[in-house]
Each structure stands twice: as C-alpha cells, then as structure tokens.
C-alpha cells in the first residue's frame, strides 16, 4: 500500500519570501509523485509530476520538486512566494502502471498563507 | 477551464434523498475517477471507470453507485444521503487505464445534505 504524509497542515510566510512544502511517501514500487494545487472553492490542478525521469522536476508557477528516493521525500519549493500562491497543496503519489484502481493516494494538504 | 465537465456545482438536499452527479470528461479521455472530499477525511478515491467498465473500487459507500455511459460521460448516484455525506465530489479523467501520468479534474460539486 502506498501512503503519503505532509509534514506541515499549515504553512505561513510573508510575501517575496521562499516556500518550502514537505512531503515524504511511502511505496512497494518505484513511484510516481505530484503536486496539486487547490484554490478556495476551486478544483485540484496539477503543478508538476515526477515520473522516473530527472529528479529535479520544474513545474507551473515557478515551482519545483525534487525526488530524493534516499529521504523518501519530494519536496516542493518556490524562492519567492506571491499573494496568488495562497491555498491548499495536495502531494500525491499514484498506483504503478498496471496495478488493479490506478487511483491516486493524497497527502492530508498543506494550506499555505502569504502575508504581504 | 481543466475540460472536465461537473454539474452541478452546487446542491442541496435533505436526509434521505437521492441525488446524481454528472461529469463529462475531456475530450479523448477513456478514464473516469470520483473522489470525495471532506474535512474529516480528506481526499478519498471512489471509484474508477475505463471505457464503460469498472476498474476499480476505493471506500465507495453501498448507498453510492456510478456508472459510466458509451458517450463516456459518467453519473454518481447518492442514495439514502446522511448529513456525514456532506462534501465535495471531484471527479478526473485521464487518456489510459493508469494513473502515473496524473490526472485532470474537475471543479466539483459541492453536496450540502440538511
């Protein structure tokens, strides 16, 4: 079974500032990993994946992620936090290709507040 | 706009109703996935759809049942509805039968059940 765990429910800083998000997983295979992003009252859009590739990935935004199979982690991060960077962020690992649900397992969500 | 489709965005009703949500998935995409969320358990995978077949099952309750059309659009049916199931239902849709290449999702629709 696979499970994800978000270090932090909350997360506060002050706009210009860098974003950190912390996330660590826990899979039988080697995984596939993602960022979602949740506005208030909006839906879920993905901010980047990895998916075996380079383990530093870039995604929308100005953010990136980066794999570290040793940690279990996949961190997100952002060096200058915006006003717009305001909501929830959901890590997400998914079922190995040709597992039975290929359903997607959520982290709890990090809410993050950018003060100006 | 994500192309997934969801209506209604919103929807109220009583205990003991029924109620179904609809979602259209974007264009060219074969899978349909619902999940659940609610502040007490966060996101929750449903269930899955793959070109009109069901291919999975997550904590789906037996009141609740989906299907999904020849026209892949897919409805999720709430019965017997409970104050508990109060929540906001996504649904997402992706080209294959997996789930490593992400999804997209949809708005949602948010249930207030009274």
């Known amino acids: 079974a696979q499970s994800v765990t978000q270090l932090d429910s909350h997360v506060s800083v002050s706009e210009g500032t860098p974003v950190l998000l912390r996330c660590n997983y826990s899979s039988s295979y080697s995984p596939s990993l993602f960022w979602y992003v949740q506005h208030p009252n909006k839906g879920l859009q993905l901010l980047l994946k990895y998916t075996s590739a380079a383990t530093l990935v870039k995604g929308i935004n100005g953010f990136e992620a980066e794999f570290k199979k040793s940690e279990t982690s996949f961190h997100l991060t952002k060096p200058s936090a915006h006003m717009s960077d305001a909501a929830e962020y959901f890590c997400?690992?998914?079922?190995?290709?040709?597992?039975?649900?290929?359903?997607?397992?959520f982290g709890g969500g990090t809410r993050v507040l950018v003060k100006p | 706009d994500s192309g997934v489709t969801q209506t209604p965005k919103h929807l109220i009703t009583a205990t003991g109703q029924r109620v179904t949500l609809r979602c259209s998935p974007r264009s060219g995409d074969l899978s349909v996935y619902w999940y659940q969320q609610s502040l007490d358990q966060g996101l929750q995978f449903l269930i899955q759809?793959?070109?009109?077949?069901?291919?999975a099952k997550g904590n789906i309750l037996e009141r609740f049942s989906a299907q999904q059309f020849p026209d892949l659009h897919s409805e999720l049916n709430l019965s017997s509805l409970e104050l508990g199931d109060s929540a906001l239902y996504f649904c997402?849709?992706?080209?294959?039968?997996?789930?490593?290449?992400?999804?997209?999702f949809g708005s949602g629709t948010r249930l207030t059940v009274v």
């Open positions: 759809y793959y070109n009109g077949e069901e291919r």
């Open positions: 997400v690992v998914s079922d190995p290709p040709g597992a039975a649900g290929n359903k997607l397992t």
């Open positions: 997402a849709s992706s080209v294959e039968d997996r789930g490593d290449y992400g999804y997209t």
